[in-house]
């Protein structure tokens, strides 16, 4: 059997590799070139196009003795994540373009070439785990909670799921690093990549005025009253729950409630009026639609790093891609264009865009 071995440089996919040779795959190493370096403003190392990322998987394919190969998906990167990630910041939203790379470019293109290729499994460094079961196929949160990744896998289907492979679930990260070292791979010491890989210094508005080429309009911080208190630099500079530059002089604090696109506004209000008990999402996509009834209980992340929370799942009667999410306790900062994932225990039910 074969297997096309996502290869980003770094120690996770590397190991994977490993651990599918040792499986009996005949593999095959692949990297997706998303975008040049000077598309993120710098020629750094921890950009997962670089060339020394290039080099570091280049090096452990030689190692396995497996053929490598990179692979130029940069018009679809650019289509697909960046033009995307630049609409929702001029339209007020906040996007996660690690869910849509996942999505469009590993478990879309990348599918299809692997299934050119002949191969009948797709394999990637992802902390998740996929588990077989009579109904078909569980997505499942990793072993190691700190490096849990499942919540940017929640689109899959299916069909991907039956053709996937994420070797290391069922692994910790010391144990991955222990793995990669006893077969002296040159990336075992690599830190793991922390910022979105076409901004990698973290600077989103630099990022989107390069990218776009834009310069982006000033307009009015209105209070939840709509009073004026201020002027912002283009709604682009601002996410829901934002308490830094909003150059406000108040007597109490103030973050971002709204940002209205429409009028070019950035509405203000206390940390009392971020908070919200219901969810509206749309797109979603049921992973395990044998799983979800109407009224259940399950745990709900609406965000990648936040702890799951308890809440009840309502289901649309309209539509099958929308649902609404009631917690028990009210959530901070409810961000359109975010995420929300949805868990029955350690299982990925399914999730959609918060709208």
Not at 35 to 40: K, L, P, S, T, V
Request: hydrophobic share 35%.
């Amino acid at each position: 059997m074969k297997a096309l071995i996502a290869m980003s440089g770094g120690v996770d996919s590397s190991v994977s590799a490993l651990l599918m040779k040792e499986k009996g795959y005949e593999c095959i190493g692949c990297m997706m070139k998303l975008y040049d370096n000077e598309d993120a403003g710098l020629c750094r190392t921890r950009t997962c196009c670089s060339l020394d990322d290039v080099q570091d998987a280049r090096s452990v394919a030689d190692r396995l003795g497996i053929p490598f190969y990179v692979l130029n998906f940069k018009d679809d990167f650019r289509e697909k994540i960046i033009s995307k990630f630049i609409k929702s910041y001029e339209n007020g939203v906040t996007p996660n373009p690690c869910i849509d790379c996942n999505r469009y470019m590993k478990f879309d293109k990348l599918y299809d070439r692997a299934m050119e290729y002949g191969c009948e499994k797709i394999v990637t460094g992802h902390y998740a785990r996929i588990e077989r079961v009579k109904e078909g196929y569980l997505l499942k949160k990793a072993i190691d909670d700190t490096k849990d990744q499942s919540y940017v896998l929640y689109s899959m289907t299916q069909e991907q799921l039956k053709h996937t492979e994420f070797p290391i679930g069922e692994l910790k990260k010391i144990q991955v690093r222990k793995i990669a070292k006893e077969n002296s791979f040159i990336n075992e010491d690599k830190p793991d990549s922390q910022d979105i890989c076409f901004v990698p210094d973290g600077d989103y508005v630099g990022a989107i005025k390069r990218l776009s080429g834009k310069e982006y309009e000033s307009g009015l911080i209105r209070d939840m009253e709509g009073n004026i208190r201020g002027h912002h630099d283009g709604i682009i500079r601002y996410t829901i729950g934002q308490r830094k530059g909003l150059r406000i002089s108040s007597d109490r604090p103030l973050y971002v409630c709204n940002i209205d696109a429409e009028n070019n506004e950035v509405i203000v209000g206390s940390n009392e009026n971020l908070y919200s008990k219901e969810v509206h999402v749309k797109n979603v996509n049921w992973i395990s639609p044998w799983l979800i009834s109407d009224g259940m209980k399950v745990k709900t992340k609406i965000r990648y790093r936040q702890k799951e929370q308890s809440a009840i799942l309502n289901l649309s009667k309209e539509s099958d891609d929308e649902a609404t999410i009631v917690f028990d306790e009210p959530q901070r900062a409810v961000t359109k264009g975010q995420a929300a994932v949805i868990y029955l225990e350690d299982i990925v039910l399914g999730g959609g865009i918060i709208s």
